[in-house]
């Protein structure tokens, strides 16, 4: 087989371990897992879709011993690579592992697998009045295992933290398919080193997921949504420091700059004064009585920055439409432009209009558009540079571009991704950010924890 080096004995030990209804091997089939959200494309040599955690154990039993590598996946909605096999191998999908296996209201915890869609569990645990905060856009899709390994996040990270925030504990499988149980039920626990929230963020190198507890956290009463938009986008990098310097934090505090919004007006508008250059869209949550009080005192600390206009939208629907205008951003783009490179750097919340200025001057100088919106109240900001693969001298500026990118963010005490993860997409960046001696030993992790190197090799680690 040209595009697949899958040994006879490899394909029989696979179907020993899940069977053959749940092994992938044709081409059609292998396709579908040759890409995820990055748009690069890596053919696997197998696809496996084990439904128990047995049969994840019997595939690396059989890829151990025969030296193959074996990437995790989930919905393989990833931007970064994560669930590709850029070295070959077998895929190890873990979405049939779906089970939502116990909600406890008593201990605010919920155990379920890894294949759970997060939506999902979303919908599950409202019924108790409970929720896990982790809210990627990408939620209606992702799994949590995908979740838990890129220590995802979203718009209410800004209240509630990110993923390793909300995970008790986990039930792993090492790369020889033997199972290691980390963390626990409890919110507190101090026993050890933890070993929990190294996994989590290691983007399926160091062992599979095949159970997590997670921390519950009560589903608020009532939501507020507001809209502020300024005359430039340095008073509103000063509302978002403003906002998040005293008080309770919203929970969310999204930012759009002047070519995010020209892009939503031409696209149908629902973004506020007509002469704002950068908008703040702001969520505070609350009690049904209590709601009405904050979002009319978060418009007053706005106020103090000079908006053009801050506005609490009225019920729901004015809400809902408010958030589609800041939704609709990512598909704009993609349909504009042919090919954009989506970064998700961070800079500390005091040092956004450094960035936003810093963004403006790199664009004028290398003559790529560069469009930014985000999670403000985090500092965390997707930048997207718009290029062209069919215009080499503008793919050549755009790489530059990126690179400056990147330096003035270290220069501004941040870091090269807050959720989208390092992947192959990043790892040749990532030794300007870490120190060296944290590089070494973290590579020394990942020899322990898997001396073979089967475990979604080529990822995080420069390729040297
Ligand atoms: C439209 C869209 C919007 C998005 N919005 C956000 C956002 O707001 N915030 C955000 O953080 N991300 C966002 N993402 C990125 C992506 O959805 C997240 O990274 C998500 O958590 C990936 O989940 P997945 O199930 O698709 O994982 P995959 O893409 O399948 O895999 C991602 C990584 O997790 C590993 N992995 C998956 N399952 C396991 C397991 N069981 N054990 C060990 N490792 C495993 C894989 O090896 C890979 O490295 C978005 C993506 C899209 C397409």
New binding site residues.
């Given amino acids: 087989m040209a595009d697949s080096e899958l040994s006879s004995a490899l394909r029989e030990g696979l179907i020993r371990a899940v069977g053959p209804e749940r092994l992938l091997t044709g081409a059609a089939q292998r396709e579908a897992y040759a890409w ?2 990055s748009g690069r494309r890596f053919l696997p040599w197998a696809v496996a879709l084990p439904e128990s955690r047995e049969q994840v154990a019997g595939v690396l039993r059989v890829c151990h011993e025969a030296g193959v590598p074996v ?9 970064v690579g ?2 590709l096999a850029v070295q070959g191998g077998v895929i190890l999908s ?1 979405q049939r592992l779906n089970r939502i296996v116990a909600i406890e209201p008593g201990d605010r915890l919920a155990v379920v697998e ?1 294949g759970v869609v997060n939506g999902v569990l979303r919908e599950r645990l409202a019924a108790h009045g409970l929720f896990w905060p982790p809210d ?3 939620a209606r899709s ?2 949590i ?3 838990l ?2 220590c ?3 718009p209410n990270a800004v209240r509630y933290g990110v993923t390793r925030h909300w995970v008790l504990g986990l039930e792993v499988l090492l790369a020889d398919g033997s199972p290691m149980r980390v963390g626990g039920y409890t919110t507190k626990g101090v026993v050890g080193y933890d070993l929990t929230q190294l996994l989590i963020g290691s ?2 190198t160091l062992a ?2 095949v159970e997590a507890i997670l921390k519950l956290a009560p589903l608020p009463e009532a939501r507020r949504t507001l809209r502020a938009t300024f005359r430039d986008m340095e008073s509103a990098a000063r509302a978002v420091a403003g906002v998040m310097g005293r008080g309770e934090p919203p929970s969310a505090l999204e930012f759009l700059d002047p070519a995010s919004l020209e892009l939503l007006r031409g696209n149908g508008g629902g973004v506020g004064h007509p002469e704002g250059q950068a908008l703040l869209l702001v969520e505070v949550e609350g009690d049904a009585v209590e709601v009405d009080r904050k979002a009319c005192a978060l418009r007053e600390r706005l106020l103090a920055f000079d908006p053009l206009e801050a506005v609490v939208a009225g019920d729901e629907a004015e809400s809902k439409r408010i958030w589609s205008a800041r939704y609709a951003l ?1 598909p704009t783009l993609t349909r504009i432009a042919p090919r954009r490179i989506n970064e998700d750097v961070v800079v500390p919340v005091t040092r956004l209009a450094e960035l936003v200025a810093g963004l403006q001057r790199i664009a004028r100088a290398t003559e790529v558009p560069i469009v930014s919106f985000g999670h403000a109240g985090n500092g965390n900001i997707h930048v997207n540079l718009l290029t062209d693969p069919a215009d080499p001298a503008r793919q050549v500026r755009a790489a530059q571009a990126l690179e400056q990118v990147f330096d003035l963010v270290l220069q501004l005490n941040g870091t090269l991704s807050g ?3 390092v ?1 192959i997409m990043k790892r040749d960046f990532i030794p300007r950010e870490l120190d060296p001696r944290s590089l070494v030993l973290q590579q020394a992790i990942k020899g322990i924890f898997d001396p073979r190197g089967i475990l ?1 090799p080529g ?1 995080i680690f420069p390729m040297s």
């Fill in positions: 995820d959200n990437v995790p996946r989930g919905a393989g909605t990833g931007c994560g669930g873990t890894p990627p856009s990408s992702c799994t295992g995908g979740n390994a890129m995802s996040a979203g983007e399926g599979v997921l990512s959720e989208h993860g992947g979604n990822k």
